[in-house]
């Protein structure tokens, strides 16, 4: 089957391209936590290219969170500084394979995420009030 046409990718794009920015920047989050996990796993197991390659996404996925802060906002200075941080933890655990460390930095991300999911759904109940449909 053509990739173009798979349902299941069909159905994850459209799930995708229909949600907020809200929603959108959660999911990443998500993601950052899933691959922190399993790296986190993976280097227990001595699997250590494989946890390389899930702290690389959770590299990039914080890079893109840098990337798209919105320097108008005071509050994006302190955000970069703290997936700098972040980024910098990441870094050290990846190239000493320690899982522990992957560890400890994964709460403080789960905080951050819960953090964005709290602001989409006000944003979302707030423009929900107002008849309007969008979103952070």
């Known amino acids: ?10 159905y994850q794009e459209q799930a ?5 920015r809200g929603e959108l ?6 993601e ?9 796993i993976l280097f227990r197991r001595g699997n250590l290219e494989a946890g390389k390659r899930c702290t690389a996404k959770c590299k990039d996925i914080l890079n893109y969170l840098c ?3 919105d320097d108008r906002y005071s509050i994006s200075a302190d955000l970069r500084k703290v997936y ?3 980024i910098g933890e990441i870094i050290k655990a990846g190239i000493s394979h320690d899982a522990d460390a992957l560890d400890r930095i994964a709460p403080a991300i789960r905080d951050y995420r819960e953090t ?11 423009n929900k009030g107002k008849g309007e449909s969008r979103s952070v």
């Open 1 to 10: 089957m053509a990739e173009g046409t798979n349902p299941i990718l069909q």
């Open 16 to 20: 995708i391209s229909t949600m907020s």
């Open 25 to 30: 920047l959660v999911r990443l989050f998500d």
């Open 32 to 40: 950052e936590l899933k691959n922190l996990k399993y790296a986190s």
């Open 67 to 69: 990337a798209i802060l």
């Open 84 to 86: 700098a941080y972040f």
């Open 116 to 126: 964005w999911a709290r602001a989409e759904r006000l944003s979302r109940m707030q």
